[in-house]
């Protein structure tokens, strides 16, 4: 086998590497690309997915009075989500207002991102928060034998091999590649 991923694709590589290992088989190569190690110390926040949690971090990033008041009614987390784009189109809150507040970052992971429309947007910004809290609550479950090649971009903070070597049974092996994370 031989196995790459990059970004939260390097969390799936490895898992994949992991479960391959553990079912007898040998890996030829695998390889992470400016992949987050694991956070073995997060706290219990970056756990918590509750309504209460969702609401807080809405209210955080759009501190407008009377969402906050339409929000308060919702009891249920799977209205919460239709209940703020009925709120953003009562408001005529158009897509570019909501890209306005994406951090630049962001709008180059989503697909089509200067193409789609509110709904589409909101649904692509939920895609992204509930990927990046999987992999951040991803601890693996054991070591992996199999040489880990990571590929570190020099422009880029986001990918460091140290959170993967705990996971290794042999060294990492680094190589630095210059861009940053999207090059």
């Not at 553990?22 to 970056?46: C, H, K, R, W």
């Not at 209210?59 to 009075?65: A, F, T």
């Not at 009891?75 to 239709?82: Q, S």
């Not at 089509?112 to 809290?133: A, K, P, V």
Request: charged share 20%.
């Amino acid at each position: 086998y031989w196995i790459a991923g990059w970004s939260l694709g390097g969390t799936v590589a490895f898992e994949l590497a992991l479960q391959i290992e553990n079912q007898g088989e040998e890996l030829a190569f695998l390889a992470l690309i400016d992949s987050p190690g694991p956070d073995t110390v997060a706290g219990e926040e970056n756990r918590e997915f509750t309504l209460q949690s969702q609401l807080e971090w809405i209210w955080d990033s759009l501190p407008d009075e009377s969402i906050k008041d339409k929000l308060t009614r919702v009891k249920e987390i799977k209205n919460l989500w239709p209940t703020i784009i009925e709120f953003l189109e009562e408001n005529n809150v158009t897509v570019d207002i909501v890209k306005s507040m994406i951090p630049e970052f962001l709008s180059r992971i989503i697909p089509n991102y200067h193409s789609l429309g509110l709904r589409e947007l909101i649904h692509y910004l939920n895609l992204n928060r509930t990927l990046i809290r999987a992999r951040g609550m991803y601890v693996p479950d054991g070591k992996i034998n199999s040489p880990l090649h990571f590929f570190s971009a020099t422009q880029s903070s986001s990918g460091l091999p140290e959170g993967w070597s705990t996971f290794c049974a042999r060294s990492v092996k680094v190589k630095d590649i210059t861009g940053d994370h999207f090059s």
